[in-house]
């Protein structure tokens, strides 16, 4: 069936190194991909998104990268802060006529930032 | 301006019971979707609603069911509850664009435990 998947479950990092998380993603067909950000005791937060057209996106801090051959999704923190400990989910968008008809989220990656 | 709500931030049911979770979108926005979240899991797309009506739905049984209001608030419901559907429920509100991806919206979520 239609999954979206992480490489690793748990991620330690130093503060001020970089980050990269990983994704990986079943469905040729998904044209919009998402990475959320999800801080104990909230809902998810958009942080960045990307279409199928594109395979690299930058936002503040944050690039994600999209590689349709082997239908992969990383997100890249820089300089990460003790402020992104969170757990990061990849989600895809499938089918239907607009951004969010059907979002399948994968089962996210706790990062931890080590002060 | 206020962002997703929803109600109540916690809930304690027993087993075969009903219950019924309150959404109400950030201003502006007229679709709404629904997931659950599993502890320890990524969200799991319910169903999503626009325009009154049900738009898509994931693979949840006709025990959750849904309803949008003319103001664009909604609703879920499930019956007959198990103990399975102990969980964060997410209300996600967006306004599709055109020929501009919008961003979704979550709420802080409402946590359900079924005893």
């Known amino acids: 069936g239609e999954s979206v998947g992480l490489h690793l479950p748990t991620l330690s990092v130093q503060e001020g190194d970089n980050s990269i998380i990983n994704c990986a993603y079943s469905?040729?067909?998904?044209?919009?991909f998402i990475w959320y950000k999800q801080e104990s005791g909230k809902g998810p937060q958009f942080i960045i998104d990307?279409?199928?057209?594109?395979d690299k996106r930058q936002g503040q801090r944050v690039t994600v990268l999209l590689n349709k051959t082997v239908k992969h999704l990383s997100l890249q923190i820089a300089a990460t802060q003790p402020g992104d400990s969170a757990v990061y989910f990849c989600?895809?968008?499938?089918?239907?006529?607009?951004?969010?008809?059907?979002?399948?989220f994968g089962p996210g990656t706790s990062l931890s930032v080590i002060p | 301006d206020a962002g997703v709500t929803q109600s109540p931030t916690h809930l304690i049911k027993t087993r075969g019971q009903q219950v019924t979770l309150r959404c109400s979108p950030k201003?502006?926005?007229?679709?709404v979707s629904w997931y659950q979240q599993a502890l320890g899991q990524g969200p799991q797309f319910i169903f999503q609603?626009?325009?009154?009506?049900?738009?898509q739905r994931g693979n949840f049984p006709d025990r959750f069911s849904g309803h949008q209001f003319p103001n664009y608030s909604s609703e879920l419901n499930v019956n007959a509850l198990l103990l399975g559907d102990s969980a964060l429920y997410l209300c996600?509100?967006?306004?599709?664009?055109?020929?501009?991806?919008?961003?979704?919206?979550f709420g802080p979520g409402t946590r359900l435990t079924v005893l």
């Open positions: 996600a509100s967006s306004r599709p664009g055109t020929s501009q991806l919008d961003t979704q919206y």
């Open positions: 469905n040729s067909a998904s044209d919009y």
């Open positions: 990307i279409r199928s057209n594109m």
């Open positions: 989600a895809e968008n499938i089918g239907g006529k607009t951004s969010y008809d059907k979002v399948i």
């Open positions: 201003s502006g926005h007229d679709t």
């Open positions: 609603y626009y325009e009154e009506e049900e738009r």
